[in-house]
């Protein structure tokens, strides 16, 4: 696998093994890598229009080492919007107002007071990679602290993907 130096940097640091598959989310390019073995897959993202930081009600994309915690949504119609982790309506595609749609990988922060605990923890922030009604925005910053991927993406990502997989977001 042939990942950042800086994911697998911090994956010595903090002594926690690499998993089989893994993101990166690279803010500057926007993008959302997936490596499984020698294979290598990219695809368009949207991180936050606030930019990076790790601080709760800041609405920014938060950096750093983490996991995938929790997957929701499988079996769900594409277009299905969630709101507070369920599924409450399928007419997302296309939906200005639909924030949440397809799929979500919560991700849970590994690094103590970075992005793990206090007012810093991705997880107490919902920090997701998911899809989002209106993809015409997808390639420049547009979330509120999230990762927004194409539902095209998303679905087959969802799929192969367990959770424990390690996500790591830096800014470039």
């Avoid at 696998?1 to 893994?22: Q, S, V, Y």
């Avoid at 294979?39 to 930019?51: D, I, L, P, V, W």
């Avoid at 080492?65 to 769900?76: Q, S, T, Y």
């Amino acid at each position: 696998m042939n990942l950042p130096a800086a994911f697998t940097d911090a994956c010595a640091r903090l002594e926690i093994p690499i998993t089989d598959h893994c993101l990166h989310v690279n803010v500057a390019a926007q993008t959302l890598t997936h490596f499984h073995g020698d294979t290598t897959e990219e695809f368009t993202a949207s991180t936050s229009k606030n930019g990076t930081g790790q601080q709760m009600d800041l609405f920014q994309t938060p950096l750093g080492l983490h996991r995938i915690a929790e997957k929701i949504g499988a079996g769900e119609p594409i277009g299905t919007i969630f709101k507070g982790q369920k599924p409450i309506g399928t007419n997302g595609k296309g939906n200005h107002d639909a924030r949440i749609t397809d799929r979500i990988l919560w991700l849970i922060g590994l690094e103590p007071t970075f992005n793990e605990g206090g007012t810093v923890d991705s997880h107490d922030r919902y920090i997701y990679i998911h899809g989002v009604g209106d993809e015409s925005h997808l390639g420049q910053p547009d979330s509120q602290g999230c990762i927004h991927l194409a539902a095209t993406d998303l679905l087959p990502l969802f799929d192969v993907v367990p959770e424990s997989t390690l996500v790591f977001i830096s800014k470039n």
